[in-house]
């Protein structure tokens, strides 16, 4: 597979094989992610590799609060609390393609909150790999963090392995460092299921759209 080939191929999965992924595999695509770039090769990423029971565990304890209506306390705000427009109207297409593909309708509130839920189970994926950056770093450190990720997201596709970012997981941080012993001062910036795709499974079977290159580049 070439670069091109990966970057086009990728796909948020969200349907998993129920095989475990090779403690090895993992450590080849967190080798090959390290070269990812970052301001004074700062290297400011960090990672959690959870599997098995703890997994679970904060898997159980999210959905938990969130059905006590607890709204989490993420250690950053991710989404606009007012998109404009383009933005509004794209992440509104994205989450309809989403429940179209389920054949989950606009109106039925209990389907979509139970599919939401699957977000805190990493979608059935075996791994959840959890993003941390120092509390003592700016910005730019999460900048690179994003290129880190998206590293891991095609290092990933290298080993028939596929992904899904997920600011979900991101939202109760304190359930996550609970449960993995993790210091206060390690901010989450999201979480990655990984994991073997189910091919068959419909939602993983549309495609998002982008828009073209002429709408988002000024040319000089
Ligand atoms: C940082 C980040 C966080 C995301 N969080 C979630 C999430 O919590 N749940 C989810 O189902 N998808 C999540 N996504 C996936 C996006 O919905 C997806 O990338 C977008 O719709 C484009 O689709 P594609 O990844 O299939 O190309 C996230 C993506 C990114 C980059």
């Given at each position: 597979m070439n670069i091109i080939e990966a970057i086009r191929g990728r796909a948020s999965t969200r349907a998993f094989l129920d095989r475990p992924v090779e403690r090895e595999t993992i450590e080849a695509i967190l080798e090959a992610a390290r070269w990812a770039p970052s301001g004074g090769n700062t290297q400011p990423w960090e990672v959690a590799v959870v599997t098995g029971d703890l997994k679970k565990e904060i898997g159980d304890r999210m959905v938990e609060a969130l059905r006590s209506g607890d709204k989490g306390n993420a250690d950053?705000?991710?989404?606009?609390h007012r998109f404009p427009e383009p933005f509004r109207t794209r992440r509104f297409t994205c989450g309809m393609a989403l429940y179209d593909a389920l054949g989950i309708?606009?109106?039925?509130k209990e389907a979509r909150g139970q599919q939401w839920e699957q977000n805190y189970h990493g979608f059935g994926a075996p791994v959840e790999l959890y993003f941390f950056v120092d509390e003592?770093?700016?910005m730019g450190s999460w900048v690179d963090t994003g290129m880190f990720i998206q590293t891991v997201l095609l290092a990933a596709r290298a080993y028939d392995l596929e992904t899904c970012p997920q600011a979900?997981?991101?939202?109760?941080p304190d359930i996550v460092r609970d449960v993995l012993n993790?210091?206060?001062?390690?901010k989450l910036v999201c979480g990655l299921a990984l994991g073997y795709p189910d091919r068959e499974a419909p939602v993983n079977n549309y495609r998002t759209e982008r828009a073209p290159v002429d709408e988002f580049t000024r040319w000089y």
């Open positions: 950053y705000q991710y989404y606009a309708a606009r109106s039925d003592a770093l700016e979900a997981l991101a939202e109760y993790i210091p206060c001062g390690k």
